[in-house]
């Protein structure tokens, strides 16, 4: 039987199948940062981006970001890729598909 791993540890690749879904929040207005909703690139001194395995609406990702200090916006979005998707050679913003903002419905 595997050992279990901690929830606060990501699991590496090879845990993950090829079609497991991710997915990355965004917010259009983030003051301090660049006009780009969704990270693409490390800063100085980061490892890696954040993702979160399974589809998540955007009123998921805000409540498992902000822990109830704040509600989702219409300036909030997800975008999703697949595991499968991560080819170092491309561009990592062309993984994913189109942005679901919050007015779009009931994202």
């Known amino acids: 039987m595997p050992a279990r791993r901690s929830p606060n540890t990501r699991p590496s690749r090879d845990e993950l199948s ?3 879904v991710l997915t990355q929040f965004g917010n259009r207005l983030n003051p301090g940062f660049c006009i780009f909703p969704f990270r693409s690139q490390l800063r100085v001194g980061e490892k890696g981006l954040s993702l979160t395995i399974g589809e998540r609406s955007v009123k998921e990702m ?8 704040r509600s989702a916006s219409m300036h909030d979005g997800v975008r999703y ?5 991560d080819d170092e050679s491309a561009r990592f913003s062309e993984c994913f598909g189109q ?3 919050m007015e779009d419905g009931d994202a």
């Open 99 to 101: 942005p679901v903002w």
């Open 18 to 20: 090829d079609n497991a």
């Open 81 to 85: 890729t697949t595991a499968g998707k």
């Open 62 to 69: 805000v409540d498992l970001m902000y822990r109830g200090r």
